[in-house]
T-cell receptor, first 118, second 113 residues
Framework: AQTVTQSQPEMSVQEAETVTLSCTYD???????LFWYKQPPSRQMILVIR??????QNATENRFSVNFQKAAKSFSLKISDSQLGDAAMYFC???????????????FGKGTLLTVNP | DSGVTQTPKHLITATGQRVTLRCSPR?????VYWYQQSLDQGLQFLIQ???????AKGNILERFSAQQFPDLHSELNLSSLELGDSALYFC????????????FGEGSRLTVL
């Protein structure tokens, strides 16, 4: 079964600085999707960034980028120029196919709570 | 706004009771997922429906059941509630295509006293 591990329960960063959140996963699949979701105090789950495993280029969305290391099964999230509004719980997720078909679900890590200090 | 609507946002009830959580997916999405988020277990997949049919079950207790109606809204029924059922219950829907992204509602916070 696929598992997703976030080894940092909590992280903190100074405003305007850069922080990297770690995620590793276990899979035997060769083609898959990885995601980072953000859950602010409002508790809404918001997609931050998505990476397709077949793409060698790391995904980037404005201040958010990933370091995808397929062989190492590592998928870290880098937040540049951190802002107070980035404070949230961040979840790494892996898309898992169900029943060998096109049906799928997302398997989530336990999350990393990011604090941004002014 | 993800386009996924969940009601109620908050619910307080007593042990042994039964509650129903409701979810309306994004317009056009046929798949509905239910997840449970608790402090110690994180986000756990409960069940998935596609166009009215159950497609997959995760860690869903026998006391819990769900269904998806012809208009594609879904309900999660929780019965014989226990203190440990207190959690945030999320509904999510997914689009056609192969992006893998789930769109989440704001969740229903259930407190069992």
């Amino acid at each position: 079964a696929q598992t997703v591990t976030q080894s940092q329960p909590e992280m903190s960063v100074q405003e305007a600085e850069t922080v990297t959140l770690s995620c590793t996963y276990d899979t035997s699949e060769s083609d898959y999707y990885l995601f980072w979701y953000k859950q602010p105090p409002s508790r809404q789950m918001i997609l931050v960034i998505r990476q397709e495993a077949y793409k060698q280029q790391n995904a980037t969305e404005n201040r958010f980028s990933v370091n995808f290391q397929k062989a190492a099964k590592s998928f870290s999230l880098k937040i540049s120029d951190s802002q107070l509004g980035d404070a949230a719980m961040y979840f790494c997720a892996y898309r898992t196919f169900l029943d060998g078909g096109s049906n799928y679900k997302l398997t989530f890590g336990k999350g990393t709570l990011l604090t941004v200090n002014p | 706004d993800s386009g996924v609507t969940q009601t109620p946002k908050h619910l307080i009830t007593a042990t042994g009771q039964r509650v129903t959580l409701r979810c309306s997916p994004r317009s056009g999405d046929l798949s509905v997922y239910w997840y449970q988020q608790s402090l110690d277990q994180g986000l756990q997949f409960l069940i998935q429906y596609y166009n009215g049919e159950e497609r997959a079950k995760g860690n869903i207790l026998e006391r819990f059941s769900a269904q998806q109606f012809p208009d594609l809204h879904s309900e999660l029924n929780l019965s014989s509630l226990e203190l440990g059922d207190s959690a945030l219950y999320f509904c999510a829907s997914s689009a056609r295509g192969d992006t893998g992204e789930l769109f989440f509602g704001e969740g229903s916070r259930l407190t069992v006293l």
